[in-house]
């Protein structure tokens, strides 16, 4: 069997050596490191940080910030995706581009035009005030920075493999008398399953990890908007609490590898799919 490339063997060496070496002092140093600070007051001072009640309620706003967000991804996800690869239609491109907008604009740009539109000085901030409605400094306001920052993720992914599937089957079945619903369910959504996994996963990573919008849109108050990033920020330069900080960073840290496991075991999966369908 031929060699993918011609280049000599010390090249494919001398390439494989440098990409470890990035990976080496780039990732796993990092990890470790951060592993030895987590456990240099001992175990039992880990587990005390990670059973803290600010540990635990930043650990339940990300929680719930992920679980609110990542469902309303999987929705418009699905609905952009849809009518993108399925339809022609005026303003398709700028629909394109929107999507593509928060990996344009940075986080902590996104969060403050978050507070100029909600903010007690903001737009519709009088509204909000003569209602009794918190969004900014508030849980709302860290659903929505979340919200923002994660929406291409469901859709990106799904695009492509709704382009590359086409209508036919889908015609087929409607030929057959299947319904929209039945269409939906039985033809359109075995195809991207996978597809949809990946993005859903990649979008609860982000979702837990955020930090720029959040920390402008949530004013960072202990026991009441502070989430994981935030609160590990906290420990570290506010409380100088660093093998607590370490420790709770180990949690973000450790739910990071399982997405990225889970993320590995999904394109081994869709991979397999191609091969036995090819």
Same mark, same amino acid.
């Not at 849980?139 to 493999?161: C, H, N, Q, S, Y």
């Not at 330069?237 to 973000?252: C, N, T």
């Given at each position: 069997m031929e060699h993918a490339t011609t280049e000599p063997r010390w090249v494919r060496y001398l390439l494989i050596g440098i990409a470890m070496t990035?990976? $080496?002092?780039?990732? $796993?140093?990092?990890l470790l490191f951060m592993l030895f600070e987590a456990f240099r007051e001992g175990v039992a001072y880990y587990?005390?940080?990670?059973?803290?009640?600010?540990?635990?309620? /930043?650990?339940?706003?990300?929680?719930?910030?992920? #679980?609110? /967000?990542?469902p309303i991804n999987i929705v418009?996800?699905? #609905?952009?995706s849809w009518c993108i690869a399925k339809f022609e239609f005026p303003g398709k491109?700028?629909?394109?581009?929107?999507?593509?907008? *928060?990996? #344009?604009?940075?986080?902590?740009? /996104?969060?403050?035009?978050?507070?100029?539109?909600?903010?007690?000085?903001?737009?519709?901030?009088?509204?909000?005030?003569?209602?009794?409605?918190?969004?900014?400094?508030a849980v709302p306001g860290i659903i929505i920075a979340t919200l923002f920052v994660t929406f291409p993720f469901v859709a990106r992914e799904l695009i492509p493999v709704m382009q590359s599937q086409?209508?036919? @089957?889908?015609?087929?079945?409607?030929? $057959?008398? +299947?319904?929209g619903w039945q269409i939906f369910w039985r033809v359109t959504m075995p195809n991207i399953k996978w597809g949809l996994l990946y993005g859903v996963i990649l979008c609860n990573a982000r979702? &837990?990890?955020?930090?720029? /919008?959040?920390?402008?849109?949530?004013?960072?108050?202990?026991?009441?908007?502070?989430?994981? *990033? $935030?609160?590990?920020? +906290?420990?570290? @330069?506010?409380k100088d609490d660093y093998p607590a900080a370490f420790?709770?960073?180990? !949690? !973000?840290? &450790?739910? #990071?590898?399982?997405? !990225?496991?889970?993320?590995?075991?999904? @394109? &081994?999966?869709?991979?397999?799919?191609?091969e036995s369908n090819g």
């Amino acid at each position: 069997m031929e060699h993918a490339t011609t280049e000599p063997r010390w090249v494919r060496y001398l390439l494989i050596g440098i990409a470890m070496t990035f990976v $080496l002092l780039f990732l $796993l140093l990092p990890l470790l490191f951060m592993l030895f600070e987590a456990f240099r007051e001992g175990v039992a001072y880990y587990f005390k940080s990670l059973t803290d009640e600010d540990t635990q309620h /930043a650990l339940a706003l990300t929680l719930l910030a992920a #679980a609110i /967000a990542v469902p309303i991804n999987i929705v418009f996800g699905l #609905a952009a995706s849809w009518c993108i690869a399925k339809f022609e239609f005026p303003g398709k491109s700028v629909l394109i581009t929107l999507i593509d907008l *928060p990996f #344009a604009i940075s986080p902590v740009v /996104a969060g403050l035009l978050f507070v100029l539109l909600f903010g007690l000085n903001g737009w519709f901030g009088d509204f909000l005030e003569r209602h009794n409605i918190e969004i900014i400094y508030a849980v709302p306001g860290i659903i929505i920075a979340t919200l923002f920052v994660t929406f291409p993720f469901v859709a990106r992914e799904l695009i492509p493999v709704m382009q590359s599937q086409g209508t036919e @089957e889908e015609q087929a079945a409607r030929v $057959l008398g +299947a319904n929209g619903w039945q269409i939906f369910w039985r033809v359109t959504m075995p195809n991207i399953k996978w597809g949809l996994l990946y993005g859903v996963i990649l979008c609860n990573a982000r979702a &837990m990890g955020e930090f720029g /919008a959040v920390a402008v849109v949530s004013g960072k108050i202990q026991n009441k908007t502070c989430t994981l *990033p $935030l609160h590990i920020e +906290a420990l570290y @330069e506010g409380k100088d609490d660093y093998p607590a900080a370490f420790a709770v960073a180990s !949690l !973000l840290a &450790m739910l #990071a590898i399982v997405t !990225l496991i889970a993320k590995t075991l999904i @394109e &081994m999966k869709t991979a397999k799919e191609r091969e036995s369908n090819g």
